[in-house]
């Protein structure tokens, strides 16, 4: 049995490639995951598969994601790409949004959620209520789950961990500012956890005892290729403030381990711990870069089930290609950059 630790990128409807990951990983049986991570969309796969692996096992937990993310595309307020958009040119990407959601999202520039969306209408609170019981979650998932929130009076990070965990704590996780009104618990204010933790990395690594960590990325890799247009600009500063952090984490994380693994006496607790850790990622950077930044607010089914086809391929793929290295050493690109 390989024993495992997942950590989940949130971006939106873009979170229907981690469903198509986890949906592959679920059906194999010689793995066994201890923890889970997430941030925004991430969260959201996290806690229902969690969630649905508590209730029914692994068959469950696919369930569960099934559900769910066939909720998101049929009772969302409005689907993301005109009808006659799908698919572009045999690529089976996006080629366009409805005038709606380009209306709204240009609207977001000028007034704030609590102007445009004055009762806080959010379809995602109906989806988790009638499909999460949190008080069994709580009680009963032997999944350590870490769940990113943003504390807004000073920006620093809030993990929930899985005893602590409410639907607000959830949609705290997925609270894009420029959308929602912020969450209040116990008095204080969130928003989107993916803007300190996208997702959160080190509590798998201190909380949890596997040695294998997998990241379910969503952003494309950063490109060398200097952005022009004010649509180019925008998308690669979203990137930057949706990655940094990660990129920074990962950066301390591979460089302590580094230094651990060059140690010639005896090592404390968290010493061992790095120079048995082996990183890995799950991504589709030629498919995520296909995407724009617009994408992530597209809930047509065809566009979702083609994410969810996606990641289900490229984690097969890895699988195929990795399994035997789970537990042996790291496998992930930016481990040698």
Not at 108 to 129: E, G, K
Not at 230 to 248: D, K, M, P, V, Y
Not at 320 to 327: A, M, S, T, V
Request: contains cysteine; charged residues 20%.
């Amino acid at each position: 049995m390989k024993r495992i630790t997942l950590g989940l990128q949130g971006g939106g409807s873009h979170g229907a490639f981690t469903w198509g990951v986890l949906d592959r990983l679920l059906e194999e049986e010689r793995i066994d995951i201890e923890g889970i991570s997430g941030a925004s969309a991430g969260a959201m796969n996290a806690v229902v598969c969690a969630h649905g692996f508590t209730v029914g096992g692994r068959q469950g937990a696919r369930r569960a994601l099934q559900d769910f993310w066939g909720a998101v595309a049929t009772r969302a307020p409005f689907h993301g790409t005109a009808e006659d958009a799908w698919p572009l040119a045999g690529q089976g990407l996006p080629a366009g949004t409805t005038p709606a959601l380009k209306a709204l999202l240009f609207l977001t520039r000028f007034f704030s959620p609590y102007q445009l969306n004055p009762f806080d209408v959010n379809p995602l609170r109906d989806i988790l209520l009638g499909q999460v019981d949190f008080e069994r979650l709580r009680r009963d998932c032997r999944i350590e789950l870490f769940i990113a929130a943003t504390r807004v009076g000073n920006g620093t990070l809030r993990l929930f961990r899985t005893r602590e965990l409410t639907l607000d704590a959830l949609l705290a996780s997925s609270c894009l500012p420029t959308l929602h009104h912020s969450i209040e618990i116990d008095n204080e204010s969130y928003w989107d956890g993916g803007l300190t933790a996208n997702p959160p990395v080190l509590p798998l690594v201190h909380q949890c005892s596997a040695a294998d960590l997998i990241l379910v990325l969503l952003h494309p890799s950063p490109s060398s290729r200097t952005p022009r247009t004010a649509e180019e600009i925008s998308e690669r500063l979203s990137e930057i403030s949706f990655g940094a952090n990660l990129s920074t984490e990962l950066a301390g994380l591979i460089l302590a381990q580094q230094e651990a693994r060059r140690g010639h006496f005896a090592l404390d607790r968290w010493q061992r711990r790095l120079r048995r850790l082996h990183l890995h990622s799950i991504e589709s950077p030629e498919f995520m870069s296909g995407l724009s930044s617009l994408s992530k607010a597209n809930r047509d089914f065809s566009f979702i089930m083609a994410l969810r086809d996606e990641g289900r391929n490229c984690a097969g793929n890895w699988l195929e290609d990795n399994f035997d290295l789970i537990g042996a050493r790291s496998t992930a690109p930016f481990v040698n950059r």
